[in-house]
Nanobody, 122 residues
Framework: QVQLVESGGGLVQAGGSLRLSCAAS????????MGWYRQAPGKQRELVAI???????NYADSVKGRFTISRDNAKNTVYLQMNSLKPEDTAVYYC????????????????WGQGTQVTVSS
């Protein structure tokens, strides 16, 4: 059974920083892409940043230059360093894996974490 465990959320003042982590576990052979999404109250879930197994990244325009995504393939872990946080960054942040293949299991699947709250006060 695959699990994604997120950590690092919390309350921070505008201009501050937070680092989110998401560790995937469950007899994992490989993961194509790992990413972070967020959902603010009353809004749709949106992509924040994504990173491929090879290290290629893509960011939402609203976070470019402030957020940095990285991953440790050996640990099946993805990180999101968030700097210069703004009140509009307040949301529940979700970890996502695409194309996850488990040992002994045919096919690749996508998974979501349970979410971690990030609140930025003005």
């Amino acid at each position: 059974q695959v699990q994604l465990v997120e950590s690092g959320g919390g309350l921070v003042q505008a201009g501050g920083s937070l680092r989110l982590s998401c560790a995937a576990s469950g007899s994992i052979f490989s993961i194509d892409a790992m990413g972070w999404y967020r959902q603010a109250p009353g809004k749709q879930r949106e992509l924040v940043a994504i990173i491929t197994r090879g290290g290629s990244t893509n960011y939402a325009d609203s976070v470019k230059g402030r957020f940095t995504i990285s991953r440790d393939n050996a640990k099946n872990t993805v990180y999101l360093q968030m700097n210069s946080l703004k009140p509009e960054d307040t949301a529940v942040y979700y970890c996502n894996t695409e194309g996850l293949v488990q040992f002994g299991v045919r096919g690749a699947k996508n998974y979501w974490g349970q979410g971690t709250q990030v609140t930025v006060s003005s």
